[in-house]
């Protein structure tokens, strides 16, 4: 028996409103709908690469959590280049100083044994990741 080390794993990402994540992950991301979810608020499932998905679903109340809740990888050569685009499209990345987690951003990136690393915020202040992969 395998468990669980064979299936695909989907993130599961909370929404205040899922029709405003919904826009911010089609519009300012770029990801494909694949999947809408009836009832009231609702909530969908995106298309990521590699045969992954994520689903947001609406629940207003529950506060966003305070870590990251997906992380992207992207080639070293697209990194920078993936910054500037979500710059350009309004995205802020975060400054973090974390010491004890060995955590230091400079223009919203951190540097770990060559590889590179920023945080940004979606439109329901959940905590998304791009890494160098």
């Given at each position: 028996m395998a468990g669980l080390a064979e299936a695909m794993v989907a993130g599961v990402v909370r929404a205040e409103s899922y029709a405003r994540a919904k826009k911010f992950y089609t519009e300012t991301l770029g990801f494909k709908s694949a999947k809408e979810f009836p009832g009231t608020g609702g909530g969908g499932m995106f298309e990521a690469?590699?045969?992954?998905?994520?689903?947001?679903?609406?629940?207003?109340?529950?506060?966003?959590?305070?870590?990251t809740v997906l992380g992207f990888g992207v080639p070293a050569d697209r990194f920078a280049p993936l910054m500037d685009e979500l710059r350009s499209k309004g995205v802020k990345f975060e400054e973090y100083d974390m010491p004890d987690m060995g955590i230091k951003t400079s223009n919203g990136v951190a540097e770990f044994d060559g590889m590179k690393s920023a945080w940004f915020k979606?439109?329901?202040?959940?905590i998304l990741n791009i890494m160098t992969m």
């Amino acid at each position: 028996m395998a468990g669980l080390a064979e299936a695909m794993v989907a993130g599961v990402v909370r929404a205040e409103s899922y029709a405003r994540a919904k826009k911010f992950y089609t519009e300012t991301l770029g990801f494909k709908s694949a999947k809408e979810f009836p009832g009231t608020g609702g909530g969908g499932m995106f298309e990521a690469g590699g045969g992954s998905m994520f689903m947001v679903y609406e629940n207003p109340g529950l506060k966003a959590p305070q870590n990251t809740v997906l992380g992207f990888g992207v080639p070293a050569d697209r990194f920078a280049p993936l910054m500037d685009e979500l710059r350009s499209k309004g995205v802020k990345f975060e400054e973090y100083d974390m010491p004890d987690m060995g955590i230091k951003t400079s223009n919203g990136v951190a540097e770990f044994d060559g590889m590179k690393s920023a945080w940004f915020k979606d439109s329901e202040g959940n905590i998304l990741n791009i890494m160098t992969m």
